[in-house]
């Protein structure tokens, strides 16, 4: 079985205008696609770093870079070969990291670190008690031109200090993960690490970095043997570094591109002047429901996301929470109607194998997000709404061992959290959500009792 090569299989490697942080499937089935698909996309290469395994920098180097991205459609999957990616390295690569922004012609660095990878405390500002920050402040503070980094802020510190002394120019970050703002939270966590180790490089970076806003849409599970299988059997190709996705992608940004950019208009990502609206659309529905299905409906015995849309139950809690959740949207109530219809449609796509543990994973980070903005604006109007709580009371009672695993940064003190009787626990999640409202105890509290009495039972 002969695996990927360019020079049969792809476009020769571009030159690098492009860095990346965060080599995961999400990446690979949207930035580095629209990339490749771009026109002029020989002049717009990538290097791509990994956050924190080398494994798919080894993997992919294997094959020039190139991978496959199975489209899983209704009609059936369909093999793509993405080009866009010329170089790729371990994170740790930091020679590489430094040399590539000291070149005066890249121009966008992209990221898809997970919302962990920010490092963020409560209040939004870098987590100056993580230990790989603290690390990261004392190591450039030591050796800023070649200090060892492991975060993601302090990578994007140490690539800037490196750009400064080259005076190679502007350019502009662009995050892609799924967090409200992202422009401005990544420009906070890295102006404090810049403040940290080095007063004069704020003023800098402010004139030479432009912070991207973005929302990001196109569901990406985790590739399985059977993804890899399809391919072996559609192409000859045996392909480890397959990627599967759906057909839908969206990608909307705001912001400016010093350097240039590829047209990626010109294969449909939009340019606006606001993210907001499109991001608290996309935020709410389709993230807001996989949680309440990444912690309700695995408490119901399902593991994917298809398998959950199609049990009455599980979809009528998915109903239920965008009634609450819609009413707060600043979009047309048709468009909303018809972003829900097409979201029934994407998640029973039974060809996309998309693990409900897999979305549970952090939702630490993830519930403050999706669910206490539905909460609290509810509440602003005096309703306490089980459709829109019951996010938070399904994921107590994950955090309480029911369901899919948990898997969270924080998973030690979320444990302190939940410990006792369902009140206690309730009291506490509710308080460190900051949503005190004594209202919501009793219907959470009713909530997470139905959730842990139907555990299991598969009803
Ligand atoms: N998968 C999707 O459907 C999808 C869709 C829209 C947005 N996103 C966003 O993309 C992110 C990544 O998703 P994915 O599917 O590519 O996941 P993935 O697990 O395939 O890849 C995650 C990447 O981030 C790196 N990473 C993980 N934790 C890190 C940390 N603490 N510090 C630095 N790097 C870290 C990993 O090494 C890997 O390179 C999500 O968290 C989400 O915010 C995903
Ligand atoms: O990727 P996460 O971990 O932020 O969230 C899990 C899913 O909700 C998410 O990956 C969606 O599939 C995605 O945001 C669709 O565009």
Same mark, same amino acid.
């Given at each position: ?7 049969? /299989?792809?476009?020769? &490697? ?17 930035? $580095? ?13 990538? &290097? ?8 798919? $920098? ?15 459609? =209704? ?5 793509? +070969? ?19 922004? !000291? ?14 990878? @920010?490092?963020? $405390? ?11 920050? !603290? ?22 510190? &140490? ?14 970050? %662009? ?53 890899? /299988? ?6 000859? %190709? #045996? ?8 057909? @839908? ?45 990444? @912690?309700?409906?695995? +408490? ?31 979009? =047309? ?5 018809? @972003? ?16 409900? &543990?897999?979305?549970?994973? #952090? ?5 403050? +997000? ?22 938070? $009371? ?60 139907? !555990?299991?039972?598969?009803?």
């Amino acid at each position: 079985m002969r695996r990927l090569s360019r020079d049969v /299989d792809g476009r020769p &490697a571009a030159p690098v205008r492009i860095v990346h942080l965060g080599l995961g499937n999400f990446f690979r089935a949207h930035a $580095a696609w629209y990339t490749d698909r771009a026109p002029g996309a020989d002049a717009w290469g990538i &290097a791509a770093f990994t956050g924190r395994s080398p494994a798919a $920098a080894e993997a992919l180097s294997a094959q020039d870079g190139l991978y496959t991205l199975l489209v899983r459609g =209704p009609e059936g999957p369909r093999p793509e +070969i993405v080009s866009s990616l010329s170089a790729v390295h371990p994170g740790d690569d930091l020679a590489a990291l430094r040399d590539y922004f !000291s070149r005066p012609e890249l121009a966008v660095v992209t990221l898809t670190v997970t919302e962990a990878g @920010y490092r963020r $405390a409560a209040d939004g500002g870098l987590d100056r008690e993580d230990g790989g920050v !603290s690390a990261d402040v004392a190591a450039l503070l030591v050796d800023p031109v070649g200090g060892t980094v492991t975060t993601t802020p302090g990578r994007l510190v &140490a690539g800037l200090l490196a750009r400064r002394a080259r005076g190679a120019g502007a350019l502009a970050i %662009v995050p892609n993960d799924n967090v409200p703002d992202n422009g401005a939270m990544v420009a906070r966590v890295v102006t404090d690490l810049a403040d940290a180790v080095d007063p004069t490089l704020r003023a800098w970076v402010d004139d030479h970095v432009s912070w991207v806003t973005t929302m990001v849409d196109r569901i990406t599970p985790r590739t399985t043997d059977d993804d890899r /299988d399809e391919v072996r059997s559609r192409t000859g %190709v #045996d392909d480890p570094e397959t990627v599967p996705t759906e057909p @839908y992608s969206e990608w909307v940004l705001a912001g400016s591109f010093p350097g240039g950019r590829p047209d990626w208009e010109a294969v449909g990502a939009r340019v606006v002047d606001d993210v907001a609206p499109f991001e608290q659309r996309k935020l709410w529905l389709l993230n807001g429901a996989h949680s309440v299905l990444a @912690y309700g409906a695995s +408490i119901l015995g399902h593991e994917t996301v298809a398998d959950a849309i199609a049990d009455p139950r599980a979809r009528a809690w998915v109903e239920e929470w965008w009634e609450a959740a819609s009413r707060h949207l600043r979009l =047309p109530a048709e468009e909303v109607a018809g @972003y829900r219809d097409a979201l029934l449609a994407r998640f029973s796509n039974a060809s996309i194998r998309h693990l409900l &543990a897999q979305i549970a994973a #952090d939702g630490s980070q993830k519930v403050p +997000i999706r669910a206490v903005p539905v909460i609290a604006a509810e509440l602003a109007q005096d309703r306490v709404e089980p459709g829109a709580t019951r996010m938070v $009371a399904a994921w107590v009672a994950h955090l309480r061992g029911h369901g899919a695993p948990v898997t969270d940064t924080r998973a030690e003190m979320l444990q302190e959290l939940v410990a006792g009787s369902v009140g206690d626990a309730v009291d506490r999640v509710l308080g460190w959500l900051d949503l005190d409202a004594p209202a919501l105890h009793d219907v959470v509290v009713e909530q997470v009792t139905e959730l842990e009495s139907a !555990s299991g039972s598969g009803t």
